[in-house]
């Protein structure tokens, strides 16, 4: 997510257009004011004059938020990476932070930390999270963020749902293989390539194709938000953590 490296590599290379995947916002506008096509997949494109492809998770979190306060939780914290936190809260993790102050959970710094971007940094938010006041959900927006807080949980001997209850608000062929399932948000894959394919296709016949497409997305429950034999909030085992 660094616009210079990518300016030098973009510049060094010999093709025609670029399909950006998950672009920060400086990212993508760097593309827009360049002289070269560019499509945006996913990413912060919301206020990108760039073709677009964005998912309609907004719904979809909104039953997310609705689901985890009605199981008794209160502390619901959000695991984003840097570009979706900086300069403000992209949008769809702003949705479920509204939507917890709707249901009357007061948010704040604590429901999306901020704690850099490398592995180092991201188990170290985990350690100070797990320290003093434990979360009892975890939403995270990527499969690999998923997997290191699956790990780090048995480090901590804690398990879901039975301790924390876990989503990711993306999708992996990995999750399937789990038990119990992981809670997602998943998505037809084919209109996705249609467009790009498509978008591809406009380019190459010398037509400015601009549009922005958005998909239809469900949620996945999964086996990770459903508490089992503990109510949310609930003191951890001794020897675990400290006192809420």
């Known amino acids: 997510m660094n616009v210079k490296r990518i300016a030098r590599f ?3 290379c010999t093709a025609d257009a670029w399909v950006v995947m ?21 990413g912060r494109n919301s206020k990108s004059p760039l073709a677009s492809l964005s998912l309609q998770k907004a719904n979809a979190l909104i039953e997310l938020a609705d689901r985890l306060v009605d199981l008794g939780h209160r502390r619901i914290v959000i695991l984003a990476r840097e570009e979706r936190r900086k300069p403000t809260p992209a949008y769809f993790e ?18 999306l ?32 963020l998923c997997v290191a807080v699956l790990q780090h949980l048995s480090r901590l001997r804690l398990t879901t749902p039975t301790d924390v209850s876990l ?20 998505w037809d894959t084919r209109p996705v390539i249609n467009r790009v394919v ?15 497409i958005a998909c239809k997305v ?16 609930s003191e951890p085992a001794a020897g675990t953590l400290g006192r809420c």
């Open 198 to 212: 498509k978008w591809a296709d406009n380019i190459g016949r010398g037509k400015d194709d601009r549009r922005r």
């Open 218 to 233: 469900r949620l996945v429950p999964g086996g990770t938000i459903d508490f089992r034999g503990k109510t949310a909030g």
């Open 22 to 42: 998950a672009g920060s916002r400086d990212i993508l506008q760097w593309f827009a004011e360049g002289k070269i096509p560019a499509f945006a997949l996913f």
């Open 167 to 186: 989503a990711c608000t993306d999708m992996s062929d990995s999750f399937e293989w789990c038990h119990p399932g992981i809670a997602h948000i998943s």
């Open 113 to 144: 930390p901020d704690w850099g971007d490398s592995p180092k940094e991201f188990r170290r938010i985990l350690d100070n999270l797990f320290r003093h006041t434990p979360p009892t959900a975890l939403i995270v927006d990527q499969p690999s």
């Open 94 to 111: 702003q949705v479920f932070l509204d939507r917890l102050t709707e249901r009357g959970i007061p948010t704040g710094p604590y429901n």
């Open 10 to 12: 973009v510049e060094s």
